[in-house]
C-alpha cells in the first residue's frame, strides 16, 4: 500500500488537523483490542467535503483509510493492519436536528452517545441503543459495529434506531440512504448494509436517528440464584411469559466476585445474579411486568429478592454491573482482562449452559472467564482473565475462544451480538458465515473497488486472531506472545 503525500492532506483538512508525530501514531494504532498497529498519517476532517476531498485521493492513490470513532472498539475494528490513513471523525460532532413532532434527529458521526442524549432529554426523548461505553462511544462508530446497551431486550439495537444516513463512497462521492420516515419500501435498503459493516463499505458522515420517549416510571429488581441453571430457566420463562423488561441482566459468579473485590458491595456468594427492570408512562403496567418478574424469579429458587423504584435504590442495585468491566481487571493483581471472544448471542435457552461451558472450557485451559451480559437479548458477554506474559496463556486462550465459539454455533447462535468482528473474532465468523463469504466480498468490491476502506477486517481478516497483528503485550522471553 501506498504512503500518502503529506502536503496534500494538508492542503485538504488544514494542518492542525493532521498528526504524524511518533506519539500519535501510537495512540491512533490500537483501540480497546490486544492489537496495535501503525498508520502513515492521521487526519481529523471538520467537513463532509473534506471527507469527499480525502476519500478521492485515497481512492486514486491506492491508499488505505480507517474510519474511527473514540476507538472503543474491542475486537480491533479500527487498528491499521496496512498502513494508511487513520480517518479520525470526532471532528464532525454537530447535532444537526433535533425534530420533535416528527420524532426523528439528525447528527453527525462524531457526537458522543451521552452528548445526544443529553439534547434530547429536556424534549422528553432518548435515543435508546446507548452501550456501556456512551460517555465515549461516537454515534458513527455505533452503527458501524450495531451497537446496544442493557435496554436492547425492550428497545434493540443501533440497526433498530436508524432511519437513514449519509455517506461518502471510497471514490469520494456522497450519497444518501434511507429516509426520514418509520416506513420505506423504495428499493435495496443500503443503509442497512452500513449498519455493522466497521468501516468496510463507505464512510458515514450523517445520521437520522429514531428517538423515543423517556419513560416515567421505572423499577429495578434482583435476584440471587444457587445454580446457573436455576438463572438460565428464569431468563426463557421471563421472556416467554409475554412480560416486556426493559432490562435482564445475567452476571455471573466470577463477575461477582471481581466487583466484591473491587467495590466491597457484599453480593451473595452465588452462582448468579439477575438484574431485571421494567419501565413505562403508566405506573400499573410497570408494576405489571416487574412482579411478573418477580415471581417468575422465586418459582425457580431465586433468593434476596428486592425491587425499588428509588433511583438511588436503583443506583445501589445496578452499581456491580456498571462498573464490572473495570472491576474485571482488579480480579487478580497479575491477571489481565482481555477482550478476546468478547461477546456471542445464543437462544434465550441456551443462556445458562452456554455460560456453564464457558466456565469449563476456562477451566480445562487454566485461564479465567466471565460469563454475563443482556440476557433478554440473548447476549453473552465474556473477558478472559489471564496472565498475558506468557505464551502459554494465550495458547490456552486460542484453544478455549475455538471450543466456546464450537459450543455456541452448535446452540445455533450467532459469533458477536453487539462488539462485532473485526480481527479477533474472525476465525469463527468465517466458520459460521463460510458459504457468504464470497458473497460478501462481492458487496464490498461493489462499493469499494480497491479495496482502500479498512482493510483487513470482517471476511478479510487472517484465519488466525494471533497473526491478525501485532499484539500488545509481551511474553517473559521478551518476544510477542
Same mark, same amino acid.
Given at each position: 500500500?501506498?504512503?500518502?503525500?503529506?502536503? &496534500?492532506?494538508? #492542503?485538504? *483538512?488544514?494542518?492542525?488537523?493532521?498528526?504524524?508525530? #511518533?506519539?500519535?501514531?501510537?495512540?491512533?494504532?490500537?483501540?480497546?483490542?490486544?492489537?496495535?498497529?501503525? +498508520?502513515?498519517?492521521?487526519?481529523?476532517?471538520?467537513?463532509?467535503?473534506?471527507?469527499?476531498?480525502?476519500?478521492?485521493?485515497?481512492?486514486?492513490?491506492?491508499?488505505?483509510?480507517?474510519?474511527?470513532?473514540?476507538?472503543?472498539?474491542?475486537?480491533?475494528?479500527?487498528?491499521?493492519?496496512?498502513?494508511?490513513?487513520?480517518?479520525?471523525?470526532?471532528?464532525?460532532?454537530?447535532?444537526? &436536528?433535533?425534530?420533535?413532532?416528527?420524532?426523528?434527529?439528525?447528527?453527525?458521526?462524531?457526537?458522543?452517545?451521552?452528548?445526544?442524549?443529553?439534547?434530547?432529554?429536556? @424534549?422528553?426523548?432518548?435515543?435508546?441503543?446507548?452501550?456501556?461505553?456512551?460517555?465515549?462511544?461516537?454515534?458513527?462508530?455505533?452503527?458501524?459495529?450495531?451497537?446496544?446497551?442493557?435496554?436492547?431486550?425492550?428497545?434493540?439495537?443501533?440497526?433498530?434506531? *436508524?432511519?437513514?444516513?449519509?455517506?461518502?463512497?471510497?471514490?469520494?462521492?456522497? *450519497?444518501?440512504?434511507?429516509?426520514?420516515?418509520?416506513?420505506?419500501?423504495?428499493?435495496?435498503?443500503?443503509?442497512?448494509?452500513?449498519?455493522?459493516?466497521?468501516?468496510?463499505?463507505? *464512510?458515514?458522515?450523517?445520521?437520522?436517528? $429514531? !428517538?423515543?420517549?423517556?419513560?416515567? !416510571?421505572?423499577?429495578?429488581?434482583?435476584?440471587? /440464584?444457587?445454580?446457573?441453571?436455576?438463572?438460565?430457566?428464569?431468563?426463557?420463562?421471563?421472556?416467554?411469559?409475554?412480560?416486556?423488561?426493559?432490562?435482564? &441482566?445475567?452476571?455471573?459468579?466470577?463477575?461477582?466476585?471481581?466487583?466484591?473485590?473491587?467495590?466491597?458491595?457484599?453480593?451473595?456468594?452465588?452462582?448468579?445474579?439477575?438484574?431485571?427492570?421494567?419501565?413505562?408512562?403508566?405506573?400499573?403496567?410497570?408494576?405489571?411486568?416487574?412482579?411478573?418478574?418477580?415471581?417468575?424469579?422465586? +418459582?425457580?429458587?431465586?433468593?434476596?429478592?428486592?425491587?425499588?423504584?428509588?433511583?438511588?435504590?436503583?443506583?445501589?442495585? /445496578?452499581?456491580?454491573?456498571?462498573?464490572? !468491566?473495570?472491576?474485571?481487571?482488579?480480579?487478580?493483581?497479575?491477571?489481565?482482562?482481555?477482550?478476546?471472544?468478547?461477546?456471542?448471542?445464543?437462544?434465550?435457552?441456551?443462556?445458562?449452559?452456554?455460560?456453564?461451558?464457558?466456565?469449563?472450557?476456562?477451566? $480445562? @485451559?487454566?485461564?479465567?472467564?466471565?460469563?454475563?451480559? @443482556?440476557?433478554?437479548?440473548?447476549?453473552? @458477554?465474556?473477558?478472559?482473565?489471564?496472565?498475558?506474559?506468557?505464551?502459554?496463556?494465550?495458547?490456552?486462550?486460542?484453544?478455549?475462544?475455538?471450543?466456546?465459539?464450537?459450543?455456541?454455533?452448535?446452540?445455533?447462535?450467532?459469533?458477536?451480538?453487539?462488539?462485532?468482528?473485526?480481527?479477533?473474532?474472525?476465525?469463527?465468523?468465517?466458520?459460521?458465515?463460510?458459504?457468504?463469504?464470497?458473497?460478501?466480498?462481492?458487496?464490498?468490491?461493489?462499493?469499494?473497488?480497491?479495496?482502500?476502506?479498512?482493510?483487513?477486517?470482517?471476511?478479510?481478516?487472517?484465519?488466525?486472531?494471533?497473526?491478525?497483528?501485532?499484539?500488545?503485550?509481551?511474553?517473559?522471553?521478551?518476544?510477542?506472545?
Amino acid at each position: 500500500m501506498n504512503p500518502p503525500d503529506i502536503l &496534500e492532506l494538508k #492542503k485538504i *483538512v488544514g494542518e492542525e488537523n493532521l498528526r504524524d508525530s #511518533k506519539a500519535d501514531l501510537y495512540v491512533y494504532g490500537a483501540d480497546a483490542s490486544v492489537y496495535e498497529g501503525k +498508520a502513515f498519517v492521521v487526519v481529523k476532517p471538520r467537513t463532509i467535503p473534506a471527507v469527499q476531498e480525502l476519500m478521492a485521493y485515497a481512492d486514486k492513490n491506492s491508499i488505505p483509510v480507517i474510519p474511527r470513532g473514540s476507538g472503543s472498539g474491542m475486537c480491533g475494528q479500527t487498528v491499521p493492519v496496512k498502513g494508511g490513513i487513520v480517518l479520525d471523525m470526532k471532528g464532525l460532532n454537530r447535532i444537526l &436536528e433535533v425534530n420533535v413532532n416528527d420524532a426523528y434527529c439528525r447528527v453527525e458521526p462524531g457526537v458522543v452517545d451521552d452528548d445526544l442524549n443529553r439534547a434530547l432529554s429536556p @424534549h422528553g426523548f432518548f435515543y435508546p441503543p446507548t452501550p456501556a461505553s456512551s460517555r465515549i462511544a461516537t454515534i458513527g462508530g455505533e452503527i458501524g459495529n450495531n451497537a446496544s446497551g442493557t435496554r436492547s431486550v425492550k428497545y434493540g439495537a443501533a440497526r433498530d434506531s *436508524v432511519l437513514g444516513m449519509k455517506v461518502v463512497l471510497a471514490n469520494g462521492d456522497c *450519497v444518501n440512504l434511507g429516509s426520514r420516515t418509520r416506513v420505506a419500501s423504495s428499493g435495496y435498503p443500503l443503509e442497512r448494509l452500513m449498519i455493522g459493516s466497521e468501516g468496510t463499505l463507505a *464512510v458515514i458522515v450523517e445520521a437520522t436517528l $429514531k !428517538f423515543v420517549p423517556l419513560p416515567k !416510571f421505572r423499577c429495578m429488581g434482583i435476584a440471587n /440464584f444457587n445454580k446457573l441453571e436455576q438463572a438460565g430457566d428464569a431468563i426463557s420463562e421471563i421472556i416467554a411469559s409475554g412480560c416486556s423488561p426493559s432490562m435482564l &441482566e445475567l452476571i455471573d459468579k466470577v463477575a461477582i466476585t471481581a466487583v466484591n473485590q473491587s467495590m466491597n458491595l457484599g453480593l451473595p456468594d452465588v452462582e448468579a445474579i439477575l438484574l431485571f427492570e421494567a419501565d413505562g408512562m403508566v405506573m400499573e403496567a410497570v408494576d405489571f411486568e416487574i412482579e411478573k418478574a418477580r415471581e417468575i424469579c422465586a +418459582a425457580h429458587q431465586g433468593s434476596g429478592i428486592e425491587v425499588s423504584y428509588d433511583a438511588k435504590e436503583r443506583e445501589r442495585i /445496578f452499581a456491580g454491573r456498571k462498573k464490572l !468491566f473495570p472491576a474485571l481487571s482488579r480480579y487478580r493483581e497479575y491477571l489481565a482482562s482481555t477482550s478476546l471472544a468478547d461477546d456471542m448471542a445464543v437462544p434465550f435457552s441456551r443462556m445458562a449452559d452456554t455460560a456453564r461451558k464457558i466456565h469449563e472450557t476456562a477451566d $480445562k @485451559h487454566g485461564i479465567i472467564m466471565t460469563a454475563y451480559g @443482556h440476557c433478554g437479548a440473548g447476549c453473552m @458477554h465474556t473477558k478472559i482473565l489471564m496472565d498475558t506474559t506468557k505464551g502459554a496463556q494465550w495458547e490456552a486462550a486460542r484453544e478455549a475462544i475455538a471450543e466456546i465459539y464450537e459450543h455456541v454455533r452448535s446452540v445455533d447462535g450467532t459469533t458477536s451480538a453487539e462488539h462485532g468482528i473485526g480481527m479477533s473474532k474472525a476465525p469463527a465468523f468465517k466458520q459460521e458465515k463460510h458459504d457468504l463469504l464470497d458473497l460478501m466480498r462481492s458487496v464490498k468490491k461493489a462499493f469499494d473497488p480497491k479495496g482502500i476502506l479498512n482493510p483487513g477486517k470482517l471476511m478479510d481478516a487472517p484465519d488466525d486472531w494471533m497473526s491478525a497483528a501485532r499484539l500488545r503485550y509481551v511474553t517473559q522471553e521478551g518476544k510477542d506472545a
